[in-house]
């Protein structure tokens, strides 16, 4: 790779909010390594302070800049002046016409290539056309549409994107309405999925060589053989999740299924819930009308890993009716803690036979089932042993941070030489 490549890394809220900060800083440290700058230019405005303890701070600059132009006078003034001149925005309005939540959607349309126009205005005014610069959104979404006029103007320039989540699964449940998704991946040199299942969200589009499988990773924890006599089945069996608190997550049916396992198994349970959202109360107050569950609430922690060691968690929860790729099962099975999960095709990628998958179309008969089995391997202590055992090992041999970002690298070098 040459060292003179720039990159500019599109995020969300990084580094002023933290809803990224878990995914994103391992390859931040080291894409800071092989390059002689990286500028992150995020989306959402913030007054929040950048943390002083960054790595290779001299090498990263975080502009906020971008941010402050998104307002609704910016957007409106585009809307008029630029949108509705716009080919493609006339061309998905025709694609979602009396379609259902047409006025969602329409929004979404609306807010993506808006944002785009003024993404295209910041960069040509803060970047020389001639540099050599990798653009990099860590997310699919408006930027990709913005890459496409950037494309044109940048001739010296490479693009590429990871699909995280939502991104290409849809924003709104039981819908996978993305909006532009049928051009908005035609300027980019690579497109990053985290699995083969992702490209099942992708039909009828042609990417030809672009799309390349390549995870974000955890860090590697300390397991052996000795450490499963640290796990004590002992009585509260504690259950954990992490999450948005929000419908697609299904937090409410994770609480009915604690209390069937409380029923069935005659053991007393602990529910560590972490998150926030629109349905806190809702499922706080499910929570205490159950006094059977021990519970305790977070709204988030600082070090997960650490959380889920400190509490001798035994299982992790995760029914959640869409996903990327779950970022706390990985952390959660790199302890060796087995998964109770929706079989969606992330989740199902991750735990299949290593730990529990729940059919949420099927709820009912489903749950009766796992906990059943959930039971026996209580009961028979070798067989969740054995779940354990093969969660770490899963990820060690798959999901480690330094063996995912070294695909990446190679990737990034022959696109960037």
């Known amino acids: 790779m040459q060292k003179n490549t720039e990159i500019i890394l599109f995020t969300y809220d990084y580094p002023f909010g933290k809803s990224e900060k878990t995914f994103i800083e391992y390859e931040l ?12 230019i995020n989306q959402k405005n913030s007054e929040n302070k950048i943390e002083e303890n960054y790595i290779n701070k001299n090498k990263i600059e975080f502009n906020n800049n971008f941010a402050k132009k998104i307002s ?36 979404m349309c609306v807010n993506e290539i808006s944002l785009s126009f003024l993404l295209v205005n910041y960069i040509c005014k803060i970047k020389n056309k001639n540099d050599k610069i990798i653009f990099y959104s860590f997310w699919s979404n408006f930027t990709l549409i913005s890459f496409i006029k950037l494309k044109k103007i940048y001739k ?20 996978d309405f993305v909006p532009y998704k049928n051009v908005k991946f035609s300027a980019l040199d690579k497109l990053f999925l985290l699995g083969e299942y992702q ?32 796990i004590k089945l002992i009585d509260p069996i504690i259950f954990i999740s992490c999450g948005n608190l929000i419908e697609i997550k299904n937090n409410l049916l994770m609480i009915d299924f604690i209390s069937k396992f409380n029923e069935i198994t005659k053991r007393k349970v602990e529910f560590i819930l972490i998150g926030k959202g629109k349905l806190k109360k809702k499922i706080i107050d499910k929570l205490k009308s159950n006094p059977k569950i021990i519970y305790q609430q977070y709204d988030r922690v600082d070090n997960f890993v650490d959380f889920l060691l400190d509490n001798k968690v035994h299982f992790f929860l995760n029914f959640s009716s869409q996903e990327g790729m779950p970022f706390t099962i990985m952390e959660a099975m790199s302890c060796g803690i087995p998964i109770i999960a929706s079989n969606i095709k992330p989740n199902e990628y991750l735990v299949r036979d290593r730990g529990y998958l729940l059919k949420l179309e099927n709820y009912t008969n489903s749950s009766k089932i796992l906990l059943q089995e959930i039971n026996q391997d209580l009961i028979n202590i070798n067989r969740y042993y054995l779940k354990s055992e093969n969660s770490y090992k899963f990820i060690k041999n798959n999901l480690i941070n330094e063996n995912c970002y070294n695909k990446f690298k190679k990737i990034l070098d022959n696109i960037g030489s």
């Open 29 to 40: 440290s080291q894409l800071s390594k092989d390059f002689d700058k990286i500028e992150i």
């Open 199 to 230: 490209k099942q969200k992708l039909p009828n589009i042609n990417l030809n060589n672009k799309i390349e499988i390549c995870p974000l990773g955890v860090f590697q924890q300390e397991f052996s053989e000795h450490d499963k006599n640290k």
């Open 156 to 175: 010296n320039a490479k693009f590429i994107s990871r699909a995280l989540g939502s991104d290409l699964n849809g924003y709104i449940k039981n819908d």
């Open 72 to 107: 609704i006078y910016n957007l409106i003034e585009i809307f008029f002046t630029k949108v509705l001149f716009e080919k493609i925005f006339w061309k998905e309005l025709s694609n979602i016409l009396f379609k259902k939540k047409f006025l969602k959607k329409l929004k």
